[in-house]
């Protein structure tokens, strides 16, 4: 059993940027790949980005690509997203989730509970 937290979010204008954190409990965090997603209202939860168990393997979607980067500290059991030139809509609760494989979205196997980011024109 893995649970998840994440913080990070937050108002930021257009242009700004924050850091997402996602902590994992239990002792196995570095057996799991990880993944970002996200929701906006009224839209179905969008893939953002992935990372491999040792953080080699890293992928963003194309909407976010040279903006986010997704990142790991597997002896702090901790995923990050790195949001640089945050636009309107990137609005959404993001969720962090863990993964026995490494996938570009669909189904994992352990979800947060999500974090608001607001990005104002």
């Known amino acids: 059993q893995v649970q998840l937290v994440e913080s990070g979010g937050g108002l930021v204008q257009a242009g700004g940027s924050l850091r997402l954190a996602c902590a994992a409990s239990?002792?196995?965090?570095?057996?799991?790949?990880m993944g970002w997603f996200r929701q906006a209202p009224g839209k179905e939860r969008e893939f953002v980005a992935a990372?491999?168990?040792?953080?080699?393997?890293?992928y963003v979607t194309d909407s976010v690509k040279g903006r986010f980067t997704i990142s790991r500290d597997n002896a702090k059991n901790t995923v990050y997203l790195q949001m640089n030139s945050l636009k309107p809509e990137d609005t959404a609760v993001y969720y962090c989730?863990?993964?026995?494989?490494?996938?570009?979205?669909?189904?994992?196997?352990?979800w947060g509970q999500g974090t608001q980011v607001t990005v104002s024109s």
């Open positions: 989730a863990a993964n026995w494989a490494f996938r570009l979205g669909g189904e994992y196997d352990y």
């Open positions: 239990g002792r196995t965090f570095s057996s799991y790949a």
């Open positions: 990372i491999s168990d040792s953080g080699g393997v890293t």
